[in-house]
C-alpha cells in the first residue's frame, strides 16, 4: 500500500491535495499538526480513500504544539469519526487503549502505535517492538534514521520477525531503498509525497517517482533487486535505464541506487537481501574487488569492476568500461572492429587524468592496441601504481604546459553535475587536431567538451560509453540482449 501525506496547513488545501492524492495512491495520511483551521469531520467525509490520521507532536518530529490532553483529542475525535486509521505515539498509546475503551464500540478504526528516531537505527530494534506489541494496537510502526546503507539491513531482519501487520523503514537518503523496496522488505506500506516539497519526513521519494520509475505496484516478494553502488548515486540515470528496460522486456526486476561508504561492510550485510546485481561505480571500482567470490580475468588484469552478477549466491566482478571506452575513440576517429583499432590507436600519444577505476580500464585497453600513454594524477601513490602496472609512463600536472598529445581523456568526476564550470584541464592546452574524450556523462555536455569544441577538436563525452557499458552490464545479468533503443531515448532526453 503507497500511502501519501497530506501536509497543507490550512483546511482547503488539505481537502484539495487528499484528492489529488486520491487518484494515483493506496491511502492518504492526514497530518492534522500542519493544519492551522481544521475540521477534521469535513476532510474526512470528503475522502474517498483509506485514510491514517497522524497528529504529530513536537518531540516526535511533528509540527503540533497544543497540550497533550488537546492532542490526544483531536485523535479520539478521528476515532469517532471512523477514520480507517489512528496513528498513536508509543509514549501516549496508554491513553487511548483499545481493549475495553467505550471510545471504540462500533468503530472500524485501526490503532498503528508509532515509534520514531530522527538521529540513528538503535541497536535494540526486537526490544523496542516487543514493548510496542504489547500496547495492544493493531499495526506496529518503527521508523528511523539511516546513518549508513546497512541500517536497511537492521529494519529487514525486524520485519521478518515480525508476527503482526507493521510499518518499518529507514529515514533519510541512506534510507531510500527501504522505501521503495517496501515489498521485498515485508512492510504494511510505504509512504510516498504528493510531489516535491511537500515531504512529511527526510528521503521521502514523491508519488510519481515511486510509481513510473520503480514500478512499485508491480513488484513483489518475488522481485529481483539490482542496484548502482556508489557515493554519490543520487546524480545517475541508471535506475531510469535499467527499470524501463526491464518494465519494457516484461521482467520482474527493481533497479535501485545504494549510497555506500563502506563497501566490504555492505557486500557483507547485503547478502541477506540475495541482492540479483550491481552496478558499480566511483569510489568502489577498485576496492570491491576484495569482497567478492570471484572476478573475471580481464576485470582482474584492470583491477577495476563496474558490474557484479550473482551467480547462485557468489559474486562475480567485471567490466565492461574497457570495450565500452575503446569502442566510442573508435568511433569518434572514424573507425570501427579490432583491425581498425589497431591501427587507429597504436602509437598514438594518449594523455589520461587519474588513476581510478575507469582510467584503469580505458589505460589498460588502450595498451592493448599499442598507444603511447602518460597518466596524470593528483594522487601521485596511485598514479605511480597504474602506471606500472599498464607498462606507460606518468607526469605531473604541472608538467602538462607542454602536452603534446594525439588523445586527450578526463577519468576524474572533475566537472561532474553540480561543479559544472570545473575543468581537469585549462583550455589553452588543448589543439585542434586532438581528440578529446570526457568520460563523465552528467552533464552531457561539460565544460571540457565545451572548451575543446571551441578550439576544433574532435569530441566524445561519457554518455555514448555510458550506453555500451550499461547495455553490457544488463546482459551480464539477464543472459538478453537489452532494447538499445530505450536506453538511448533516456540517455539523451533533454
Known sequence: MICVPIVANNNNDAIRDMECASKIADAVELRIDYIHDLNLRQILEKCTKPVVVTNRPVREGGK???TEEERLQLLKQAIQLQADYVDIEHDSIRNVKKNGNALFAGSKTKIIVSYHNFKETPENLSEIYNKLCQSGADIVKIVTHANSITDNI???????????????????????????????????????????????????????????????????KHTAVYGLIGNPVSHSISPMIHNALFREMGMNCVYVPFKVDEIGRFISEFKKLNISGYSVTIPHKESIINYLDDTDPIAKKIGAVNTVVNKNNRLIGFNTDLEAAITVLAEVANVSGHTAADACFKNKHVTIIGAGGVA???????????????LVSRNQTRMQSLAGEVGCSFTNKNDLQNLETDIFINATPVGMYPSINETPVDRKLLKPNMIVFDTIYNPSETKLIKDAKEIGCKTVGGMPMFIRQAAAQFRLWTNTEPLLDIIENIAYID
Do not use: V, W
Request: with cysteine; net charge positive; proline share 2%.
Open 64 to 66: 503540533f504544539r497544543g
Open 154 to 220: 537492521k529494519i529487514y531482519q525486524l520485519l521478518l520477525q515480525s508476527k503482526i501487520p507493521m510499518i518499518s523503514f529507514c529515514m533519510g537518503e541512506y534510507g531510500i531503498i527501504s522505501r521503495i523496496l517496501y515489498k521485498i522488505f515485508g512492510s504494511y506500506l510505504t509512504f510516498a509525497s504528493l510531489q516535491k516539497g511537500k515531504e512529511s519526513a527526510p528521503g521521502q521519494i514523491n508519488i510519481e517517482e515511486l510509481l513510473n520509475m520503480y514500478h512499485i505496484k508491480s513488484q513483489n
Open 360 to 374: 584503469r580500464a580505458i589505460a589498460f585497453g588502450l595498451k592493448m592496441y599499442g598507444a603511447d600513454i602518460t
